[in-house]
């Protein structure tokens, strides 16, 4: 008598924490098939015989047979995916203890032989060898053409850790895995309303990858929701593993430099994003999510901004601001300067540029881009390469475009310093590094040839690329152009906090948004 109300609370107990991880399915609705090739037949050993076809040659694919009162029963597994003891106690046990069952054993399996709220049917076949892929517990009864799919997920899986970028002083230090419903409730901690959504979508032809769609309904724009799933279900790939395999299919503008579709693995960073009517999208295998839409002064905010006093905070966007116009167009300008209009120099300093370019055998052009070049390549070994050997780059690295490239008359000492100062400019805008890696060639470029009037040619092209960029119907510069004084309140400076979080502002109520604005009950 102890040991079976033992087993029942440990029961109760695996179906309480499985709750927490995975949300429970509504609909209990058998799924119809789409063709008659794609039905589940009523004869169990017919569907014994398509599952080992399908399986032929996995060593682990496994199948348990019961019986239940005369009535054949197949349990399908694959080793690996399924957590073995949830499955033993809240499947296998409920099974093989039953003692009277009055009702058809199907029925009795839906009503009381499953002690697991997150289970679903379906008459599709394909749809089990979904489910089955992705974890999932398959039950089959002879002389039933549906289905029985049971949440029995138990894969290995990262834990919840700190992220490996934008690390902040203060505020969380949680960061997403690769497990999508280990993620989604990182989030569901963070706003706790009935108004968040999220919808599951299937992406890849072959990959079936898990997608979630996650947004507050009170806030969202339906327009902006409308447009996301009409781009997703444009999505035709064979596999998809990173959520930078959807990118160009969100993207409205894929020849800019710039990016209108952002990432974090930051579940605060997310959070505060679709509560200001963003959409999230969360993808499993990768801790990465986007965030649509993302606009260009969000590449400049950090969760720190909000820990620390408005005055503090303001400074540090101007130098974040700053840093992005020294790491793209320094070198330029540098080269500009010092090659063509060498007059518009200081004496002094343009005797010392003078004094060491005539100890390098190339002209300053070359020599600028062959030290950067230099640092990209030192930077990708790095990236590539174990840490255990991250210091043998350093080393090389200081022996390349450090002291012995100078004293070896390679490069010039004003080179490295602007390349230094360049190359740690970039640090305070991560988001940006793409970004200012191809900036930063062109200006060099244009400034080498064509001297300042290029520098100032290539600043327009790019101030007319990020204007005409239009973010899902909203403008990537809002609300510095189009202009709002309400709106600049968090942008470049930053006002005291009572006056920020007074009052949350949606993306769709952004100058220029061509979404339809708040109502004044979602405000």
Not at 40 to 48: A, V
Not at 101 to 123: L, R
Request: charge should be negative; charged fraction near 20%.
């Amino acid at each position: 008598m102890k040991k079976s109300i033992y087993s029942r609370i440990k029961n109760i107990i695996s179906e309480v924490k499985y709750k927490e991880e995975t949300p429970p399915v509504v609909d209990k609705k058998p799924k119809e098939p789409d063709s008659p090739q794609d039905a589940i037949s009523t004869s169990l050993q017919d569907n014994l015989a398509k599952m080992a076809k399908l399986y032929e040659n996995s060593n682990e694919y496994f199948v348990k047979h019961l019986n239940i009162q005369g009535t054949e029963i197949a349990v399908f597994i694959l080793d690996g995916m399924v957590d073995k003891e949830l499955l033993a106690r809240a499947v296998l046990l409920p099974l093989t203890e039953q003692k009277n069952v009055e009702e058809p054993v199907y029925d009795w399996i839906i009503h009381s032989g499953i002690n697991i709220v997150d289970f679903e049917t379906t008459k599709k076949f394909s749809e089990l060898s979904d489910k089955m892929q992705s974890g999932f517990t398959i039950i089959l009864v002879d002389g039933k053409d549906i289905g029985i799919t049971i949440g029995t997920q138990g894969y290995a899986k990262r834990p919840v850790g700190e992220t490996s970028s934008r690390n902040v002083v203060r505020g969380s230090q949680e960061g997403f895995s690769e497990v999508v419903f280990q993620n989604i409730p990182l989030l569901r901690r963070r706003l706790k309303t009935p108004h968040f959504k999220t919808e599951m979508l299937s992406v890849g032809r072959t990959s079936h990858t898990k997608l979630c769609l996650c947004y507050l309904d009170d806030v969202v724009s339906e327009e902006l929701l409308k447009d996301v799933k009409k781009r997703l279900d444009r999505v035709d790939l064979d596999v998809v593993l990173d959520t930078a395999y959807l990118q160009p299919y969100l993207e409205k503008n894929p020849l800019s430099v710039f990016e209108d579709v952002g990432t974090t693995e930051r579940p605060d960073v997310l959070a505060a994003e679709l509560s200001e009517g963003r959409i999230g999208l969360i993808l499993d295998g990768t801790p990465f999510a986007l965030i649509v839409p993302h606009l260009f002064n969000e590449n400049f905010q950090s969760m720190d901004d909000y820990t620390h006093k408005y005055f503090y905070s303001t400074f540090i966007r101007i130098l974040r601001y700053l840093s992005f116009f020294i790491s793209t167009a320094l070198p330029g300008l540098f080269v500009a300067l010092g090659a063509l209009q060498y007059q518009m120099l200081p004496l002094g300093l343009l005797l010392q540029i003078m004094q060491a370019e005539t100890q390098t055998p190339l002209p300053l052009l070359y020599e600028a881009l062959g030290i950067y070049v230099a640092y990209e390549i030192l930077r990708e070994a790095g990236m590539n390469l174990p840490k255990t050997m991250g210091h043998a780059i350093s080393i090389v690295g200081a022996l390349v475009i450090g002291q012995a490239a100078v004293e070896a008359g390679i490069v010039g000492a004003p080179t490295v310093i602007v390349l230094s100062i360049t190359v740690i400019s970039s640090f305070l805008t991560p988001d940006l590094f793409q970004t200012t890696t191809i900036l930063r060639f062109a200006y060099i470029i244009l400034g080498g040839t064509i001297g300042l009037y290029g520098v100032a040619l290539l600043t327009l092209v790019v101030a007319i690329n990020m204007t005409s960029i239009n973010s899902f119907g909203i403008p990537y510069t809002s609300p510095i152009s189009p202009f709002g004084l309400k709106e600049m309140r968090d942008v470049i400076f930053k006002a005291p906090e009572r006056k920020v979080n007074s009052r949350t502002m949606h993306v769709q109520d952004l100058p220029g948004s061509e979404l339809s604005k708040s109502t004044p009950q979602t405000k």
